[in-house]
């Protein structure tokens, strides 16, 4: 079992910034790809960010390529996303979760383990 919990969210004026963090415990939570996701109101889940087990290899969505960054650091078994240059539609309760291989996926499918969900408002 992977437990995950993050933190970090809130409420930000567009163009600000934050950074979630994802803490993860459990078993070998550290040989895992870790991915964000997020879900606005009234629409389905989206892939944001993934990461592989050692942060060699990332990926991004395009709607926010550029202005967000996921990383990683495995000593502090935690997971980050760094978002920058906020706007209104990145408002969204954002998920982390772990798959139990090393490479990343942009698949909800292919991840086990979900956290709670941490809330992010934009405001315009």
């Known amino acids: 079992q992977v437990q995950l919990v993050e933190s970090g969210g809130g409420l930000v004026q567009a163009g600000g910034s934050l950074r979630l963090s994802c803490a993860a415990s459990?078993?070998?939570?550290?040989?895992?790809?870790m991915g964000w996701f997020r879900q606005a109101p009234g629409k389905e889940r989206e892939f944001v960010a993934t990461i592989s087990w050692n942060g060699g290899s990332t990926s991004v969505a395009d709607s926010v390529k550029g202005r967000f960054t996921i990383s990683r650091d495995n000593a502090k078994n935690t997971v980050y996303l760094q978002m920058n240059s906020l706007k209104p539609e990145d408002t969204a309760v954002y998920y982390c979760?772990?798959?139990?291989?090393?490479?990343?996926?942009?698949?909800?499918?292919?991840?086990?383990?979900w956290g709670q969900g941490t809330q992010v408002t934009v405001s315009s």
């Open positions: 459990g078993r070998t939570s550290s040989n895992y790809a």
């Open positions: 979760a772990s798959r139990t291989v090393l490479g990343i996926s942009y698949n909800e499918g292919s991840y086990a383990y």
